[in-house]
Every structure is written in C-alpha cells, then in structure tokens.
C-alpha cells in the first residue's frame, strides 16, 4: 500500500495549526471518527461541524445505508444543479441542491454542483464528505444532455410536468438515454422521489431500516447538509469570531428579515414586517431578563435594523460586518458580490449554534436553525398577523 501525506491547515483564532495525517489513518479508523479528531478546539466552526456530523451519524448511521449517500463519483452519466442566473435565495437553493442530489441517488449518477451564480459557489463553500465539484464534460465525446429548469415563473406547466414524473413515472428509465442531466429548480422533490413505486428497490437502499415516513427533507436535511458541505476559509473565519466571543455564554439570534429597503432596494417587498425589529427587542428584553452573560447575534437584509438591535444592547451583541445581499436580487455592477455571498453563509452558520433563536418567516434562516442540535428548543417565530413572536 501507497502512503500518503495530507497537509491539513486548520485556521483558527490564534493563528494557523498544521496537521499531518497519513492516508492509512484515514483507512483505519471510519471516516467521521477521524474527522472528529482533527479540530480539538470546540470554539471554531470546524471542529463544531465535525461533532455535528459526528452526532448525526450515529443518530442515523444504524437506520440509513449511510454508505449509500456516498454518491456515485466513478458513474459515466451525471446529474447536476445548475444555477446560471434566477434561482432563488440560498434556502431556495438548497432545496433544489438536496432533491437534485437524492435524484442523483436513485439514478445512480454522479452528483455535481454547476452554480457561479453570483459568484464561484467554492469560494464560499466546498466539498464535505461528499465531492460534488463540478467537471464539465469533454463534449467531443458526444454526450447526450437534457436541461431541465422549473425556474421561470411562466413555466409552470414544466413545473407540473416534472413534478409529476418525479412522483409517479418511471423517471430513471425516462431518463436513461441522457448523459448528463442538468436540473435547475428550488422545488423538494425528495419526498416524492423516495415514495415512487418506481425506484422502490433504490430507496429501500438508502433509507435501510427508517422508516418512509420520516423520510423528508425536513428530517435528513441537517445529516445531507454536512455531508454535501464544509464552509471555506473565508466564511470560517467570521463565524469564529463569534463562536469565540460566545464562548460560555448564551447565544440567543435574531434573523430579521424586513424585504425591499435601502440596504436591499432589489428585493420584494412584504407587509406586516414593519415592527418586527421592535417586537423582538422587546420579546428579548424580557427573555434576557433570566440569562446570566447573555450575547445577541442579530442578522438581516436591513443595515438600519442591524444597527437599531446593535445600538439597543451596546455591549453584548454582535454581527457579521459585510455586504448586505439577496443572492438572487442585486445589483451585478457591485464588485463586493462574492463578499456578499461569504456574509450570507457566514451568517447561515451561526444561525445554527445558537441557544436561542428569533426568527423571521424565511426558508434562510429555516433551514440554519435545522442545524442546531434541538432545532425546535427555545425557537420563536414572528408572526406578521399577530405582530407577536410566537414558539416555534
């Protein structure tokens, strides 16, 4: 047997830790308990992804044919997430990325991410456990290709379309003809996808022992998130500042998503938002009255409510400082697009090491707070009807 040698860098706050790992450690030991062992300090993003994935596996590592989830790297056909312009928010898209991927399961293809839309997705996030880097395909080969995209809001028979042969049609034979398939959409096909008759046989493989009714994206969303990805160095970097300044003390997070305002002029619009900064500062006011050194971590597409929550606890808040962007709807002449992208993650992550968390009515901050560890523990929603936070 070959040795190798894997030079890790682990970044932390105090300066940058080198690592040496030989390949027949990786080959020894299983793959999570190796991983777990690589960051020691518990106050770096790292190290606290790595427990997570640690916890996750051996929640549903005795139910799944977690083998299986490994996707199918040396497969010739392929089926890939595309986003090339419109497609959605990043809790948008992660919905799309985790359906194309179970697609890509069943199918048995290789899985890949195309997104340079708004900018590089590898210069915010990377490859975890799964490799999903995009190769393009040396089309001298003559490889057939099918291009699906249930984006455009005008195509909404496509949108039913597929939608429709992802429940109930033999979608694996449909598609058997195609090299390379790439799927544009936000939809959650997951849940259908994993109850058709069809690809029964495939789905009991990579379910094992859970039950199909616990099989959704809602459930298997945090163990597919940090199996698909780890973020880059960039966006590590910011979420350890704030681990670092939380460290012993409770982290209670405020996502406060307001729509189109001058910080985010291209954004829709939505009503009854108004008065969501004060409700929850006054919902955290009280709530904080019984937490002893308490720290606010406040997130949102409005500069001016970032400051107004930032000016009301002086001394125990903190945010993420950066280009305020929906990475959907902004303006492309901006040269702080990728920076924007990196805050945008960067603030995903912390939304999920939180104690405490306060939320707006966004797929964004939805799917962060599945990542913590009792996603449904102290999570309290503004509700723009009643104007009040609500429990979770």
């Known amino acids: 047997m070959r040795w190798y040698r894997i030079l890790i860098a682990i970044i932390g706050m105090s300066g940058v830790f080198i690592l040496f790992i030989s390949m027949t450690d990786f080959i020894r030991k299983p793959l999570f308990q190796v991983q777990t062992s690589i960051a020691s300090n518990q106050w770096t993003l790292l190290s606290r992804n790595n427990q997570r994935l640690s916890k996750l596996y051996k929640k549903y590592g005795s139910l799944l044919n977690v083998t299986a989830f490994k996707t199918n790297d040396l497969s010739d ?3 890939i997430y595309s986003c090339q312009s419109f497609c959605g928010g990043w809790g948008d898209r992660l919905r799309g990325i985790l359906s194309v991927y179970i697609l890509a ?30 190769v393009k395909s040396n089309q001298s080969n003559n490889r057939t290709r099918l291009n699906i995209n249930t984006m455009p809001s005008w195509q909404k028979a496509i949108r039913n379309e597929i ?21 544009s959409t936000n939809s959650d096909y997951m849940t259908s996808a994993l109850r058709n008759i069809f690809v029964s046989n495939q789905t009991r493989k990579l379910l094992g022992q859970l039950p199909l009714s616990q099989a959704t994206m809602q459930t298997l969303f945090a163990f597919l998130f940090e199996l698909l990805f780890t973020p880059s160095i960039s966006v590590r970097n910011r979420v350890d500042t704030i681990l670092a300044t939380s460290r012993h003390r409770h982290l209670i997070c405020l996502h406060i998503r307001i729509g189109k305002n001058p910080a985010n002029p291209w954004d829709y619009a939505f009503k009854g938002r108004e008065n969501t900064t004060e409700t929850m500062l006054d919902f955290t006011d009280n709530y904080l009255s019984n937490k002893s050194s308490p720290l606010v971590f406040v997130t949102s597409d409005s500069g001016h409510d970032i400051a107004n929550v930032l000016h009301h606890y002086p001394n125990s808040s903190m945010t993420i400082v950066g280009p305020i962007l929906h990475i959907d709807r902004f303006d492309r002449r901006s040269s702080t697009i990728c920076d924007g992208f990196i805050k ?3 603030d995903f992550y912390v939304l999920g090491e939180c104690q405490t968390s306060l939320l707006s009515n966004s797929g964004f901050s939805s799917w962060a707070n599945r990542r913590r560890e009792n996603p449904n523990q ?13 429990k979770g």
Do not use: G
């Not at 490859?127 to 995009?134: E, G, R, S």
């Not at 102290?378 to 609500?390: A, G, S, V, W």
């Open 378 to 390: 102290e999570l309290y929603f503004y509700n723009e009807k009643l104007r009040q936070m609500r």
């Open 77 to 79: 056909k392929t089926m």
């Open 344 to 346: 945008v993650l960067a």
């Open 163 to 183: 939608a429709n042969r992802i429940k109930s049609q033999d979608f694996v034979q449909i598609w058997s003809s195609y090299d390379d398939i790439f799927i």
């Open 105 to 134: 399961l069943l199918t048995n293809r290789h899985f890949m991410i195309d997104m340079n839309y708004p900018c590089d997705i590898l210069k915010v996030i990377q490859p975890n456990i799964v490799n999903w880097t995009y």
